[in-house]
Structure formats: structure tokens, C-alpha cells
């Protein structure tokens, strides 16, 4: 479903047109066109009418999702009628794969759009690998998600990690290059041939044997804080594939904890928090720094 207020105009714009200037796609103003249930100030409408200031638009198009829907237990951090903020528990996928083709956050979406009589669509703003815990944030519509590729709503993400060994440094920004190791399809590396991966690391407390830093993501490779933090020499603990070890934890000790944007509808400023999953905080009680469960 798509719905907004006609802006300010000069001269005479069709509801398509009204729905280009909004960000949606051709593709998806052509499904509009040939399937879309249009209404202007809640009459029935075609995709020709024209469209005046302050008119409220809406579409319902026909639900496409792909994903069997199934009840998957998580929690909502955040939702309005464009965006779903998920708090996901490590473990779980964040889409099917050729391995596993239930189970995943998108088939406990689909269900859970189902159950509310919402026909909307799953678009993940960025993803989390399986095993990290913590926020994602899923556009509910193709323009949405578009409209944050297309502008500057200031999109933060930020991590909080349990690193090995004590960090050496108050902050650190990181700016090196990811790619994929020649010998696995899994595995990441910093290569010179990657494409550029920024990471802002803060160590907010430290360890002889572990400690806890802020990451602050300003793209988004697959795996890289993991490979970051493995390149500096502090793996993440629990991540044995990048160096770490599992003997405090049997994950890598990683958790989305905070996404920031400006709603590109509203235009208002929005922080969402998410608290420390339970593996990580006991690491932040066992060495001391139960401050930190106030982040």
C-alpha cells in the first residue's frame, strides 16, 4: 500500500505523475497502472485524474511476497505504515538460501503481515548475518527503500562488539577495502582488489581479556566488522571463523544496536535503541561494566 500528500504544485500533474515525483519506480508505477486500486481524498480514482495541493493519495496493488508465511518468534523495535523495525535474535536468517528455504525473519514477516492484514512487501534496508543479533530495519514498500538510496535521511547504524585481547585504542576509523577470499564463498578479506569498507571503531570499556567497542558502520560489506576487527588483531570473541574463540561465547559477539534516520515521509528525526541481548551482557557483567546496560 502506498499513501502521501500531493506537495505543492504549479502546474497540471496526472496521479502518476504525482507518483513519480513521490520516488516510485517505473516498474512499480506500471504494476500501479494495470493492477493498482488508486483513490484521491478516498474516492475512487484513475492513474490519469489529475491531482491537486494536499490531496491524499493512496494505491493498494495486489500482495507479492514470495515468502511462505510462518510464525517466527522476534520482537518489533519500531513500525508505521513504511517502515518495520525488527529486534532479531541471533540464529536467525535473514531471507531463504538454497539451504534453507523456511524458518528465516522474511517468512516470520510475511506472517506477521498476514496476521495484521497488511499487504506489504519485504524490502531489508541492510542485513545482518545469522549469528549477529540486534536491529533491522525493513522498508514496507519498493519506494521506500528507494527513496533512502536516492537522498540523505543521515541512515547511522551502529554495532556494539566484544573484541579479544585489550583495545589498544580510544577510536579508530578503518577504511579498508572487502572482498571475497579465493578459496571460500563464504569468507571475507581485506583486499586491495575489495571494494571500500568504512568502519568507525570506539573502545568504550577494556579488558586484559576482552573488551567493548561502538562500531559505526558507514557501508555495508558482508562481514565487515568481523573482518575490521580481525585485520586490527582483535577478532570478534566468539567468531572462530575470523580468529576468535568460542570459549566465552559460542557466537560472534555482535549486536545492532541503534539505527538513526530521518523518516522520509515525515521528516522527523528517529532513534531506535535495542538492550544487549543476554550472552553478551552477561560479558559486560562479568567483567564489570554494567553502565554499559544503559546504552
Known sequence: MIHFT???????????????????????????KHAGQCTINGRPASTRDFVQ????????????????????????????DYLLVIDKPAGLLMHPTSGAHDGTLANGVAYYYQQTGQHCSYHPMHRLDRNTSG????????QIQSSF??????????????TEGRFPSPSVSVHFPIG????????????LTGKAAWSDFT????????????VCLH????????????????????????????????????HAYCVQFIHPMTHQ??????????????????AGWNYILTL
Open 135 to 142: 536491529l533491522c530495519m525493513i522498508a514496507k514498500e519498493p
Open 180 to 191: 571475497r577470499c579465493p578459496d571460500s564463498i563464504i569468507k571475507r578479506q581485506v583486499l
Open 53 to 80: 495541493t494536499g490531496d491524499v493519495l493512496r494505491v493498494e496493488l495486489p500482495e507479492k511476497n514470495s515468502f511462505t508465511p510462518e510464525p517466527i518468534d522476534f520482537s518489533i523495535a519500531y513500525e508505521d
Open 149 to 162: 538510496d536516492k537522498n540523505d535521511y543521515g541512515y547511522k547504524r551502529l554495532y556494539l562488539a566484544c
Open 203 to 214: 573502545c568504550l570499556a577494556a579488558g586484559a581479556s576482552y573488551s567493548l567497542v561502538q
Open 6 to 32: 500531493v506537495g505543492f504544485i504549479t502546474k497540471p500533474t496526472s496521479f502518476l505523475g504525482a507518483l513519480r515525483h513521490f520516488g516510485v519506480s517505473s516498474s512499480l508505477r506500471r504494476r500501479i
Open 269 to 286: 528525526f528517529i532513534t531506535i535503541n535495542s538492550h544487549l541481548p543476554a550472552d553478551m551482557a552477561a560479558l559486560v557483567r562479568q
Open 219 to 254: 557501508t555495508g560489506r558482508t562481514h565487515q566488522i568481523r573482518v575490521h576487527a580481525s585485520y586490527l588483531g582483535y577478532p570478534l570473541v566468539g567468531d572462530d571463523l575470523y580468529g576468535g574463540s568460542r570459549l566465552l561465547m559460542n557466537r560472534q559477539a555482535l
